[in-house]
Protein backbone atom coordinates (compact mmCIF):
# COMPACT_ATOMS: atom_id res chain seq x y z
CA UNK A 1 0.00 0.00 0.00
CA UNK A 2 1.03 3.35 -0.46
CA UNK A 3 1.23 6.47 2.06
CA UNK A 4 -1.72 7.90 0.68
CA UNK A 5 -3.69 4.78 0.98
CA UNK A 6 -2.38 4.12 4.31
CA UNK A 7 -3.60 7.95 5.03
CA UNK A 8 -7.00 7.00 4.07
CA UNK A 9 -7.53 4.14 5.94
CA UNK A 10 -6.67 6.30 9.11
CA UNK A 11 -8.79 9.23 8.17
CA UNK A 12 -11.73 6.75 7.36
CA UNK A 13 -11.47 5.37 11.05
CA UNK A 14 -10.97 8.98 12.54
CA UNK A 15 -13.88 9.85 10.76
CA UNK A 16 -16.01 7.00 11.66
CA UNK A 17 -14.94 7.80 15.32
CA UNK A 18 -16.67 11.86 15.00
CA UNK A 19 -13.26 13.35 14.72
CA UNK A 20 -12.57 16.15 11.67
CA UNK A 21 -9.34 16.89 9.98
CA UNK A 22 -7.95 20.80 10.85
CA UNK A 23 -7.71 22.03 6.94
CA UNK A 24 -4.35 23.61 4.88
CA UNK A 25 -1.95 22.16 6.89
CA UNK A 26 -2.74 24.09 10.18
CA UNK A 27 -1.10 22.55 13.51
CA UNK A 28 -4.04 22.41 16.65
CA UNK A 29 -2.46 25.15 18.09
CA UNK A 30 -3.14 27.30 15.12
CA UNK A 31 -7.43 25.81 14.22
CA UNK A 32 -9.57 27.95 13.89
CA UNK A 33 -12.41 28.19 16.53
CA UNK A 34 -14.40 25.81 14.04
CA UNK A 35 -11.69 22.89 14.64
CA UNK A 36 -11.78 23.44 18.52
CA UNK A 37 -12.87 19.80 19.66
CA UNK A 38 -12.30 16.51 18.24
CA UNK A 39 -10.17 17.44 15.36
CA UNK A 40 -6.59 16.46 14.14
CA UNK A 41 -3.64 17.50 11.99
CA UNK A 42 -2.23 13.56 10.46
CA UNK A 43 1.24 14.01 8.72
CA UNK A 44 3.67 11.54 7.02
CA UNK A 45 6.83 11.59 8.81
CA UNK A 46 8.91 9.27 7.24
CA UNK A 47 9.88 5.26 7.45
CA UNK A 48 10.12 2.79 9.98
CA UNK A 49 12.49 -0.10 9.15
CA UNK A 50 13.86 0.27 6.40
CA UNK A 51 15.86 -2.60 4.86
CA UNK A 52 17.24 -3.34 1.51
CA UNK A 53 16.78 -6.85 0.42
CA UNK A 54 18.87 -8.54 -2.80
CA UNK A 55 18.62 -7.20 -6.23
CA UNK A 56 18.28 -3.24 -5.29
CA UNK A 57 14.82 -3.82 -3.25
CA UNK A 58 13.82 -2.27 -0.48
CA UNK A 59 11.17 -2.87 2.64
CA UNK A 60 9.78 -0.28 4.99
CA UNK A 61 6.73 0.90 6.91
CA UNK A 62 5.18 4.33 7.19
CA UNK A 63 5.43 6.25 10.06
CA UNK A 64 2.28 9.07 10.90
CA UNK A 65 2.12 11.23 13.51
CA UNK A 66 -1.50 11.85 14.38
CA UNK A 67 -2.27 15.12 16.78
CA UNK A 68 -5.75 15.58 18.53
CA UNK A 69 -7.13 18.40 20.04
CA UNK A 70 -9.60 18.52 22.70
CA UNK A 71 -11.77 21.07 24.46
CA UNK A 72 -11.73 21.21 27.96
CA UNK A 73 -13.76 23.37 29.73
CA UNK A 74 -13.15 21.95 33.31
CA UNK A 75 -11.54 18.80 35.16
CA UNK A 76 -14.19 16.28 34.37
CA UNK A 77 -13.91 17.50 31.01
CA UNK A 78 -10.41 16.81 30.66
CA UNK A 79 -10.73 13.64 32.28
CA UNK A 80 -13.37 12.64 29.99
CA UNK A 81 -11.23 13.52 26.84
CA UNK A 82 -8.04 11.77 27.80
CA UNK A 83 -10.55 9.04 27.93
CA UNK A 84 -11.49 9.43 24.57
CA UNK A 85 -7.99 9.85 23.73
CA UNK A 86 -7.46 6.02 24.96
CA UNK A 87 -10.39 4.52 23.34
CA UNK A 88 -8.82 6.28 19.94
CA UNK A 89 -5.68 4.93 20.34
CA UNK A 90 -7.30 1.46 20.79
CA UNK A 91 -9.56 1.58 17.74
CA UNK A 92 -6.59 2.95 15.89
CA UNK A 93 -4.96 -0.58 16.31
CA UNK A 94 -7.73 -2.12 14.54
CA UNK A 95 -6.63 -0.44 10.96
CA UNK A 96 -5.70 -2.87 7.91
CA UNK A 97 -1.90 -2.70 8.06
CA UNK A 98 -1.51 -1.21 11.90
CA UNK A 99 2.12 -2.45 13.18
CA UNK A 100 3.11 -0.14 16.55
CA UNK A 101 3.09 2.74 17.97
CA UNK A 102 6.67 4.89 17.66
CA UNK A 103 6.37 6.52 20.94
CA UNK A 104 4.63 6.94 23.92
CA UNK A 105 1.35 8.97 23.41
CA UNK A 106 1.07 12.65 25.22
CA UNK A 107 -1.53 14.35 26.45
CA UNK A 108 -0.94 17.97 27.23
CA UNK A 109 -2.74 21.54 27.78
CA UNK A 110 -2.62 23.97 24.94
CA UNK A 111 -3.81 26.29 26.97
CA UNK A 112 -6.56 26.21 30.07
CA UNK A 113 -9.46 25.35 27.78
CA UNK A 114 -7.44 23.32 25.37
CA UNK A 115 -5.23 19.83 25.48
CA UNK A 116 -3.53 18.43 22.81
CA UNK A 117 -3.15 14.76 22.68
CA UNK A 118 -0.09 13.65 19.97
CA UNK A 119 0.41 9.53 19.30
CA UNK A 120 3.25 8.48 16.28
CA UNK A 121 1.84 5.16 14.54
CA UNK A 122 3.49 3.08 12.20
CA UNK A 123 1.58 1.43 9.56
CA UNK A 124 1.51 -0.32 6.49
CA UNK A 125 4.48 -2.37 4.87
CA UNK A 126 5.74 -1.67 1.41
CA UNK A 127 8.33 -2.76 -0.68
CA UNK A 128 9.99 -2.22 -4.29
CA UNK A 129 9.23 -5.55 -5.11
Known amino acids: ?18 YREIP ?10 AHNNKSYSLKWMGTQDFTYLTSSKMMWSNKFELVVKYKNINVSERDENAQFFLDLIE ?14 ATFEDIDNKHTKATINLIIGAESTC
Open 24 to 33: ENKTVEDASL
Open 1 to 18: MSVASNKALLVAKLTALG
Open 91 to 104: DITEVSGFLGFGDD
